[in-house]
């Protein structure tokens, strides 16, 4: 119960300190908008000038789930003015998966409330909550992976994978796309599965997770919808397969060569 009014205390401390500084956080999100392709971007830079990096990436993460969790249900993005769009949120059978996941968390859950509230009847709503914003983060995640796909502009690639992570990658970093992992370390940024794509660069690209984290990765690993269908300018494109190489000659080197019998 002490923690559940302590979060509690926290979420109006922060609404607070927002109250006070809106008017900053608009005019801030106005000058970020023209920079971003995504709306959702340009806010995450704007809490951050805000109220701090730090917790302004907490606001935006609980600002970001709660949209999309419950206002994210639109069709989803298929194009965009600044470039080709390249979505993943169905690689690997994702919403089969998360609509099974999410049917036995709300199990789970019903189960959990039911039993321990004829023991435990204050703690039973904390274990409650805790497994109802499991699906509201599950659900969030997976509208924003539907609403602000991966983009290809005119001079980056720009890395989403729903609320998990972000990168933007300049396409004159790009040394080469695959279609299987290269050698060495790599960063795999799909929502499930095993990437289909994957790119390479000659200098380490900052990706950015939720909550502050960051990672730092010369090979990314994407989960594309199509993977078919990326293309960047220039010479980079996706490997071929390796030509076989031809069999060694038996003879001796200098012997002649013996045409066949016509």
Known sequence: LLIEWVAILVELGILVLLAFRVRRLVSSYRAQRSRHAYAIDALREALADTVGPRLGGLMFTELAVTWYAFAGWGKARTRHPMGTVHPGYRHGGYPAILGAVIMAVVVETAAVHFLLGLWIGAWVWILTFLGAYSIVWLVGDFNAARQCPSLVTEDAMLIRTGLRWRAEVPLRTITALHASAPEGDALAVTLFGKPNRWLECWEDITVHGPFGIRRTARVI??????????????????????????????????????????
């Open 221 to 262: 690993g994407l989960g594309l919808d199509d993977p078919g269908s990326i293309s960047l300018p220039g010479d980079t494109s996706v490997d071929s397969p390796s030509p076989t190489p031809p069999a060694p000659d038996p003879r001796p080197a200098g012997a002649p060569s013996r045409k066949p019998p016509s």
